[in-house]
């Protein structure tokens, strides 16, 4: 299920330009054993599977952030020195694996246990606690894919906002982050119901796949009404990457 799952996404990167076939370099199985020794752990299913595929390179998934087997013990040294300082607020559990780190002051994570896909938590420096962001690994491997596209024309519709209303540019940007953070809830809704219905099913929806079922679901809202009469951007209102 897992391998399919990565083999789905690579073609993913790889038709919609995020990476080349020369750009993804998986790991062998006896890396994956050499690193579960050298960091105590039974690592996921799911990441296991992920870094068998893109281990050892992942195109342009991840380009502010390592994301690695290189970088699996990179992350656990940042997220020990994070979490380990006099006046941080918690502390990094022993099942805790974190996988990727961002400048050093965050980190993403998943808990070493029976799920084979765990859900993916985040932890900022100087934060209370670590805050759940993805319901499952590959949710969030799938969204980060999907987000390396999405990005660009989200950042022009902000751009556009800003030069026609200099004004009162400020107001005008909060409203789309209103309408953005609205639409993600949504999804966020759709992609529960999916890892429900994959984890039955036993395969789990590839990118493309997903934007198909946004693409039907998503006209019936009534924010999507709203952004069509104001003429905004639709948020991820696209199936193939280049119509984006």
């Keep these: 299920m897992y391998a399919h799952f990565m083999a789905d996404l690579v073609r993913f990167m790889v038709d919609s ?3 080349t076939v020369e750009t993804v370099r998986g790991c ?3 890396e994956i054993i050499q ?5 105590s752990v039974r690592l996921p299913l799911a990441l296991a599977e992920y870094l068998i595929g893109m281990g050892h390179a992942c195109g342009h998934l991840t380009d502010n952030d390592a994301f690695g087997i290189e970088s699996l013990n990179d992350a656990r040294e940042v997220a020990l020195e994070i979490t380990s300082e006099a006046n941080s607020p918690w502390r990094l559990p022993s099942n805790a694996i974190p996988f990727l780190h961002h400048q050093g002051y965050e980190f993403l994570f998943v808990y070493a246990s029976d799920d084979d896909d765990p859900p993916v938590w985040l932890y900022v420096e100087t934060e209370k606690e670590p805050k759940q ?3 499952s690994f590959t949710a969030w491997l799938r969204e980060s894919a999907i987000a390396a596209i999405e ?3 989200w950042n022009d519709e902000v751009c556009r906002e800003i030069s026609l209303h200099r004004d009162n540019w400020i107001e005008r940007k909060k409203k789309l982050e209103e309408y953005d953070t609205a639409a993600s809830k949504l999804r966020h809704s759709l992609i529960a119901r999916l890892i429900l219905r994959d984890r039955e099913r036993g395969r789990i929806t590839g990118p493309i796949e997903l ?3 946004w693409y039907l679901e998503f006209p019936k809202t009534e924010l999507y009404g709203k952004l069509v009469s104001e003429r905004k951007r639709i948020p991820w209102g696209w199936i193939n990457p280049r119509d984006a």
């Design 35 to 39: 690193l579960e020794r050298q960091l």
């Design 17 to 19: 330009g995020i990476a």
């Design 28 to 30: 062998t199985p006896a």
């Design 151 to 153: 990005g660009k024309p």
């Design 211 to 213: 934007q198909e079922m």
């Design 133 to 135: 962001i993805s319901l």
